[in-house]
């Protein structure tokens, strides 16, 4: 069992930052794959980043086309990842959630892919207001 908690949402203006962390707890190391995903009401989930341990020994980040440029995901050690949220939008409002992909090896496409993920975290709200 892995447990997810998120924080560091909350109520920004339009073109300020944020920074999400979520901390794992549970069976989880250093070749799991972290994410976030995000969902605005009325929407589908929809991927955000992801970061992914490569057989060259480091971590690779994976990002959507809508926030490539403005977000960054980094992996502080084997059970945290941040997401740092620049230039936000009001179109980034939503709950962000944070996942873990415990089974090593996968394929590159399979990171955007919410089913991908074993566990969740509860979520944390982020609000852009215009």
């Known amino acids: 069992q892995v447990q997810l908690v998120e924080s560091g949402g909350g109520l920004v203006q339009a073109g300020d930052s944020l920074r999400l962390s979520c901390a794992a707890s549970?069976?989880?190391?250093?070749?799991?794959?972290m994410g976030w995903f995000r969902q605005a009401p009325g929407r589908e989930r929809e991927f955000v980043a992801a970061?992914?341990?490569?057989?060259?020994?480091?971590?690779?980040g994976y990002y959507s086309d809508s926030v490539k440029g403005r977000f960054t995901i980094s992996r502080g050690g084997a059970k945290n990842v941040l997401l740092q949220m620049n230039s936000l939008k009001p179109e980034d409002t939503a709950v962000y959630y944070c996942?873990?992909?415990?089974?090593?090896?996968?394929?590159?496409?399979?990171?955007?892919?919410?089913?991908?993920?074993?566990?969740w975290g509860q979520g944390t709200q982020v609000t852009v207001s215009s």
């Open positions: 970061t992914r341990w490569t057989t060259g020994g480091f971590y690779y």
């Open positions: 996942a873990v992909d415990t089974t090593p090896g996968r394929d590159a496409n399979s990171a955007y892919s919410p089913t991908t993920y074993d566990y």
């Open positions: 549970g069976r989880t190391d250093s070749r799991s794959s």
